[in-house]
Every structure is written in C-alpha cells, then in structure tokens.
C-alpha cells in the first residue's frame, strides 16, 4: 500500500506532503496512494524503545509479544526491545529466537530480543553470549534488568565478550547489599511511613564502578533506568572523560515522585523506585543536555493477583508504552526534535536497528513513523489500554497528543488511534 501523508509537518516544519511506496519515503507523488489528511499532525520517525517486558515466554498472563506489539505500536513505536526476565529466562539462542519469531509473526513492531547476562539470571556463570548473538535474533544487548550483575568480575568478562562484536550490556544497577527488604526511595517519606528503603547510593555505586570496568575494558555500557541526581552526576564525568556510556530514563521517574507510596497503592511501586522533586529535576536537565541519551520506558505488565495487594507483596514495575509519549509531550511540551532524538533515533543507534530513527525527510528513507495529533488531550482509561495488564500509574490523568498512525516499513499498523490488525 502506498500513502499520500497530505499536509504534515515533519518535526514540527512547516506543512508538507509525504510519499510513502515500497516501505520507503518516496519524494514524488505515488499513483493510487491512499491520502491521509495529515493537516496539524506531526510526524516523528518511530519510536524505539531499549527496554520493554513482553512476559512471553511464561507469564503470557500478564502480556505476550502480541498484546505487547500493539500496545507499542498504539504508542508510536517501530520497534521496541525486549528484556530477558521471562520465564524461561532468555539465555540461549533457542529462546531469544522464539521471541523474535513470535515478534514477526505479531508484525506490529519490529521486536528485538535481549538476551541475559547470566544464566537465569542468577549472577553466577556467563550465559551463552556468543550463541545469542549469532543466532536469527541477532541479540547485540545483553541484560540481567530485574537484577543487577552484581559481581564485578563476572561484569567485566561480559564487557570484555560482547567487545568482539560491538555488543552491549544494559545494567540494572541496584548494589543487592544496599537494597536488602527495599520498598521504595529511602528518604523523609520512608522514615515517615516506617518502609524499608532503597538508598540512592545503591544505584550510584554500582554505576561508578561499571563506567570503569567499561573504561578499562574498552566497551559499551548502556545503564537502565536512571534515577537520581547523583547518577546523572557519575554519568557527566564518565562521558566527559570519553568511556562508551549510554543512559536511559524511563517516562514515570521524568513526572513522579516518592510522595506517591505515601497511599501505599501498589501500582507506584517500581524498582528502581520513584524518587524526590529534585532527582526528577536533576534527571529532565541531563535528558536536554544529553547526559541521558534515551527515554526508556521499562513497559512491566503484571497480573492482577501481582499488583492488586498489600504494597509489600506487590511486584515492582509500571506499564509505559501507550503513554511514554504523552507524558515526555507533557514534560518538555512540543521540542520535537528533541523527542526523536531521545526517543527513536538514539534509542536506534544504540540498539543498533538499523532501519529505525531514520531521517524522514531524505527519500529512501524506511518508512518507519509516526503521526502525532499534539492538540488532543486525553484522560488514560486503563480499560482502553491493548496491553494485557492494567498497572498504569496515570489512570485519570489527562495528558496532551494522540498517536493517530504508525507505519512500519510502510504498512499502516495503526490508523485513526487504531491498531490495524
Ligand atoms: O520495576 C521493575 N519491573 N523493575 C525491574 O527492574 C524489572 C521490572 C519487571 O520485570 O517487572
Ligand atoms: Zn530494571
């Protein structure tokens, strides 16, 4: 199918019209193309996100690759990657492939497998890297994310390993001594409420010591879910003295803050925590100035029976997809190109997917993008929300744009704030 987007605005230029024909932007006018009036909408190049949960293998319950693929591509993502906590643990080849196939057969999103540090995600022995990495899925990320690699002379062989092949590893960086019985941000509002807290410095520390395991080694780091100012602060020095460091920061620690648990409901509970009015600040200023290169949005679904109960039984972890882009809108309002950069082409770039965060202006560009409507305004109604799961901390909240197409190498799978297939 072909499509005339008549009237857009590519990152908020002035209004154009778009070609797209053979899964690429085409600059001249196509015969037969289907005309979409695109006036007042602005087109991004789709977004990409470094660190989503699928939950497929195991807890299809909660989402699988499917349900997952929709919900980012209503969100106006091309492509997402996807974390290796599932159950079984995305260790070797054979399951890292299995997400992938399940990912093009769903053919929503192009979905990326990450593949695990350590086998189960146990911090004890290597997983089969080399495997992952030769397989279909072609796996350049590697995460233990739910757990950090803890033990510093596993880290530095994995960085060392995946340094054959430009791979990467993504750290949840949580010093597990530090955060033993955790349950949210330690501070004024933990000692107010009598919670066991999770101190910033566990966050900090283990950063410190990867930007120099990876300066040593001479590999790419990438960090996960940035969260307080003091780690914005280790990441300024590493980047200045050169080490191959990327961060990431998802949407809820961009907007929400500790005070939250003060109501003890569970869907604000998120490892790493949500922590104070000045961390978030510290953490908008390093996204503009590029401290922080991505907004990730560390997509974690979960059943009812895991989220619905006593704060201390829940588990940790938000659903981010349909509403990363309205709350980052909502944050920083319309700097476009800001937002492709954070959200699509950097993302790309450090994930390595070629075909994504392209220039939408050049032909021959893939025709992976998105049409953003920013003068609606919506209310988040978690009954409308396609994934499986129901745990978003923005119910009721308005909140600006609407994702109104995205177009994966071409092919609509979302027209009209619908997913077409
Ligand atoms: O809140 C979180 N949820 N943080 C993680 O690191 C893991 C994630 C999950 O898998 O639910
Ligand atoms: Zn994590």
Redesign the pocket.
């Known amino acids: 199918m072909a499509y005339l987007l008549k009237g857009v605005s590519i990152l908020g230029a002035s209004p154009t019209d778009l070609y797209i024909a053979d899964g690429v932007i085409s600059d001249k006018p196509v015969d037969g193309a289907e005309v979409i009036d695109a006036a007042g909408l602005v087109a991004l190049p789709g977004l990409v996100d470094v660190h989503t949960?699928l939950r497929e293998p195991g807890r299809e319950d909660a989402e699988t690759v499917d349900t997952g693929s929709r919900a980012a591509a209503l969100g106006g993502y091309t492509a997402v990657c996807a974390?290796a906590?599932t159950s079984p643990v995305a260790d070797t080849a054979g399951v890292v492939e299995q997400v992938w196939r399940l990912g093009r057969e769903a053919g929503l999103v192009d979905v990326q497998p990450i593949g695990a540090v350590t086998v189960g995600l146990a911090g004890k022995q290597m997983a089969e890297l080399g495997a992952m990495a030769t397989s279909a899925a072609n796996v350049r990320i590697f995460s233990d994310?739910?757990f950090c690699v803890a033990d510093p002379k596993l880290m530095r062989r994995a960085l060392e390993y995946v340094k054959a092949f430009d791979g990467v590893i993504a750290q949840?960086a949580e010093e597990p001594r530090l955060t033993e019985g955790a349950q949210m941000h330690e501070g004024e509002v933990s000692t107010r409420l009598g919670l066991t807290g999770w101190p910033a410095v566990a966050e900090e520390a283990i950063i410190a010591r990867d930007v120099l395991l990876a300066e040593h080694v001479g590999s790419r780091l990438h960090v996960c879910h940035v969260s307080t100012a003091g780690s914005v602060e280790v990441l300024r020095q590493a980047k200045a003295r050169g080490v191959r460091v990327t961060a990431e920061v998802t949407p809820h620690h961009l907007l929400l803050t500790d005070e939250l648990a003060a109501g003890y409901d569970p869907v604000f509970k998120?490892?790493p925590p949500l922590r104070t009015r000045k961390d978030v600040e510290a953490l908008r200023r390093a996204l503009l100035d590029g401290v922080i290169d991505v907004v990730a949005t560390?997509h974690?679904p979960?059943a009812v029976q895991d989220k619905e109960c006593e704060w201390s039984y829940a588990?940790?972890?938000m659903l981010g997809l349909e509403t990363a882009l309205p709350i980052v809108l909502s944050v920083f309002g319309p700097q476009w190109d800001l937002i492709a950069d954070r959200m699509s082409i950097a993302p790309a770039r450090i994930a390595g997917l070629d075909g994504h965060g392209g220039d939408l202006t050049k032909a021959g560009t893939p025709a992976n993008l998105t049409l953003v409507d920013p003068s609606v305004q919506r209310v988040v109604d978690p009954a409308e929300l396609a994934s499986r799961s129901r745990n978003t901390p923005y119910a009721g909240m308005t909140l600006p744009g609407r994702i109104v197409a995205t177009f994966l190498r071409g092919e609509a799978t979302v027209l009209d704030g619908k997913a077409v297939k």
Request: net charge negative.
């Open positions: 949960h974390m906590n994310d739910g949840h998120v490892n560390d974690a979960h588990r940790p972890g």
